[in-house]
Each structure stands twice: as C-alpha cells, then as structure tokens.
C-alpha cells in the first residue's frame, strides 16, 4: 500500500505507485545506504543499497591567444585576435559573455568605457572554443589607451550553473612617440612590467571584485584584494 526509501541519516523518500512500479525522486546532495520500506512490512529485511556521488568541478578557462596577459600592440595594428577553451566535466554552456574594457587618460583623468558581447561557442560541450577579433578602430582606441577583454562562461549545472573566468587580457597601444621612434626604426624599446605599471587595470580588477563581494566568502574576497 505505500513504499519508501529509508536512508541510514533519517531521510525518507517517499515513492509513488506508477502501474507496475514505485517511483520517486530526490536531489542528491551527498553520498547514503538506503533501504525499500513498504507498509505493510515485507516479511524479510531489506538489503542496504549506495548511492554515490560525484561533485560537479567549475568550468575551467585557458586562454589560447594571446600568448600572454599583458600585450603591446603593434604600430598601426587594427585588431586584436582573442581565443579561449573552455572545459568542463560534465559540459559548458554554448554560449559566454565577453566583457571588453576600454581605458583613456592617465593618473585621476582616466576614463572608462564597458562593453558586453555574447559568443557562440563551437566544438563538443565538454570543451568549447570561443573566438573574437577585436576592431580597435571600431572601440574608439587611440594611441596610449588600453583595452582589457575577459570571458565569462557557465557549465550546464541545475537549477544553478556554476561560472568561471578568464584571465584579463590587456593589450596597450602604442604612444604617439613610440609610433613615430618606430618609424624611424629607433633600436629602443621600453619593456613594461606586468601589472604593477597599470593604474587602469587596478581600477578595474577592484571595481569588478567589489562587485562579487557579496557572493564570495570572506577568505576568498581577501585573496584576491591582496
């Protein structure tokens, strides 16, 4: 007349008759035994039955190109090719958010202008590829401005999809004076340092991380202020 599974921590599923069968259902949070149970009792004892499970891991995000995070641009170069993979173990969302960042000025006069693409990935789901070509012309850039480009995917987690992200990719165009020392094929160069050199990207890895604050915990929010 009725039926259930009884777990071996006190949770109790219960199960419904569907012609020949009982079914039920349950969200599975962590591993249990469990055991049918029916009313009236069967005459012998039920054997204990495991269900296992396995975690659903984040995406993971790899930048395939550039080759590196912090980028000169070329004199007169007009784009800016971007190439991610993006994996996941039980699959990633077709479809990731490129956020692009353009930075103008210097010192208390910078400004800053966001935009927020949306890519169509292509491969199998458990590793999509993501590609753009940035038009610097088309992104208002001039010489000595940055721009700063990340993506954003999902997996196909539910009802709540877990998110990952890129490294930020910078790519810093020339100045008027390195334009023209390299028209006159002036052997000097400038070698910039990685982050440290770049008031811009503080300025915006602190506003997007203030942003997150409220859905990261304490420990993980300190780490990456520091």
């Known amino acids: 007349q009725q039926a259930w599974l ?24 962590r591993a249990g035994l469990y055991r049918i149970h029916t009313a009236p009792a069967m005459a012998t004892a039920g054997r204990a039955y495991r269900l296992d499970v396995t975690v659903d891991r984040p995406p993971q995000v790899k930048v395939i190109e550039p080759a590196q995070t912090l980028n000169q641009a070329a004199p007169r170069q007009r784009s800016w090719q971007l190439r991610f993979e993006a994996s996941d173990d039980f699959g990633v969302n077709s479809a990731a958010t490129l956020d692009i960042t353009t930075a103008k000025g210097s010192g208390e006069n910078i400004s800053f202008q966001q935009r ?100 990261l915990d304490a420990d993980t929010f300190i780490k990456r202020s520091d």
């Open 116 to 215: 927020q693409l949306t890519l169509s990935g292509s491969g199998p789901a458990t590793a999509r590829r993501f590609a753009y070509s940035a038009d610097l012309a088309a992104l208002g850039l001039e010489a000595g401005d940055e721009v700063v480009a990340r993506l954003t995917v999902h997996d196909n987690r539910n009802p709540q999809p877990q998110e990952a992200r890129s490294a930020s990719l910078i790519l810093r165009l020339p100045s008027e004076q390195q334009v023209q020392a390299s028209d006159l094929e002036a052997t000097i160069k400038k070698v910039m340092p990685a982050y440290f050199r770049s008031q811009r990207q503080i300025i915006i890895d602190a506003e997007a991380l203030l942003k997150q604050r409220g859905s």
């Open 6 to 29: 009884q777990f071996h921590d006190g949770r109790r599923v219960a199960l419904q008759r569907d012609g020949d069968y009982w079914r039920g259902s349950e969200v599975l949070q």
